[in-house]
């Protein structure tokens, strides 16, 4: 029997947890579906990703009423993939931030990308319905912006580019705690598919320049202490570069994408193949890996169409 395409297959609702990294800092995770933040400020609240509808949405709000009743006046998206902000509506957060590079990735593709991560989400976007449109941010930046919660202070850093081209992290400084995005994942597959190999470990060092004592990763369990993080970040390292290494050489010498395919499952299969959403990263991450061995420097667009083509040529 053929597999499932992407996360068709996977309609089982995930445990969800919600655990306090830091004073007034909260991660809400659900078992490897995309994760959320909440910064818990003098008078109120910012939460980092959106979640991919308002029905999603609503769990987080959920959670953060359990802990404070301060208003929720800034959402911060870390970037402009539709998981993580379609959501956005139903916060009705006076702000919206992103920063200037995935707001233009939100112009160049926001449509395309939605549709493709429609079908391959489905348990994701039950409740679409609700969705008023694409995202759009009320406020960018372009390397760095500060936002204060009355005495709380939120720094937001465009530290390079990782998983998409407009990657934001969000730090704390009087905790000393950070939110990652999908730039540093706990055991759960990094989606490459609009990443940058070559950039991706530079990016990683500047977060473990931080010295953080706790990360809220894009996908995974929360971090606590220096070891835990250590650890998330070299398994990221080890992630992205056994994926794009063995693709590279099959690209090198002229090899097909199949035989990339082939080459990466021998490499990361015995490491990975047990991680959250491995099965469903991986042709994406094979493909754009490929492409950017051969020099393709800017991701290509997905669409649900290109989406399939590729599926069917591995599986061929």
């Known amino acids: 029997m053929s597999k499932a395409f992407a996360s068709r297959g996977d309609m089982t609702e995930k445990t969800i947890t919600f655990d306090e990294i830091g004073d007034g800092l909260y991660a809400f995770t659900a078992e490897g579906d995309p994760n959320s933040g909440v910064i818990v400020g003098d008078e109120s609240v910012m939460v980092v990703e959106a979640q991919a509808t308002p029905r999603l949405a609503g769990k987080v709000i959920d959670c953060v009423r359990g802990v404070t009743d301060k208003p929720i006046t800034h959402l911060v998206l870390t970037h402009y993939h539709a998981v993580r902000v379609l959501g956005a509506s139903a916060y009705g957060a006076d702000q919206v931030i992103m920063s200037d590079a995935a707001r233009g990735m939100v112009a160049e593709r926001g449509a395309e990308d939605w549709a493709s991560e429609f079908q391959r989400f489905p348990r994701l976007f039950e409740g679409h319905e609700s969705i008023p449109g694409l995202t759009w941010p009320t406020t ?9 919660l009355g005495r709380r202070r939120v720094d937001i850093r465009h530290l390079g580019r990782a998983h998409t081209a407009g990657d934001a992290v969000i730090h704390v400084p009087d905790a000393n705690v950070m939110f990652t995005g999908d730039i540093v994942e706990d055991r759960s597959a990094c989606y490459c598919g609009d990443g940058y190999f070559s950039d991706w470990g530079g990016t990683l060092d500047a977060i473990a320049g931080y010295g953080v004592d706790a990360i809220a990763p894009g996908r ?34 002229g090899g097909t994408l199949k035989e990339a395919w082939d080459a990466v499952r021998a490499e990361c299969d015995p490491k990975f193949a047990d991680y959250a959403i491995y099965e ?16 393709i420097a800017h991701p290509r667009i997905w669409t649900a169409e290109r989406d399939m083509e590729m599926w069917e040529a591995l599986q061929a």
Request: charged share 15%; net charge neutral.
């Open 140 to 148: 960018t930046f372009s390397q760095a912006m500060t936002v204060w």
């Open 220 to 253: 995974g369990g929360a971090l606590m202490g220096e070891a835990a993080v250590t650890r998330a970040i070299e398994s990221t390292r080890d992630f992205v570069t056994s994926t794009y290494a063995p693709a590279a050489r099959v690209a090198a010498r």
């Open 280 to 295: 469903h990263c991986l042709p994406f991450n094979v493909a754009r890996a490929y492409d950017e061995a051969q020099g």
